[in-house]
């Protein structure tokens, strides 16, 4: 994905084009609102795990869901802890590495 401005855009790995016009400005809105509240994000050997704050729960999970229409090549983890917060990660597979970059460094999560 490339991010200019507000304008959220897919890498040419995915299929964006698979949502609908409400999905994708649903989408960029969830993107933008994870960037804000990302606390953490750490590379892994095959993708990313995100730490975020409990009460963005909500906007993860529907982030997930639009993410595997068009990408259901990636692969995601949610993992609650007992604190207030969570962790998200997207792994992909070893040929997917330069397009998980791309699409972290384009949410503006890393």
Known sequence: MSNE???VEMAS???FG???DAQRAQYEAIARKLAQTVQN?????????FRFPLAVWGAVTDF???ERKC??????ELS???GDDF???LRGRDDDAAFVKAEVEALRLA
């Open 5 to 7: 401005g507000d304008r």
């Open 13 to 15: 790995d995915g299929d």
């Open 18 to 20: 698979v949502l609908s």
């Open 41 to 49: 994000t750490q590379e892994i050997r095959d993708g990313y795990t």
């Open 64 to 66: 997930v869901l639009l």
């Open 71 to 76: 990408c259901p090549f990636l692969r995601f």
């Open 80 to 82: 609650l802890t007992d």
């Open 87 to 89: 962790s998200l990660t």
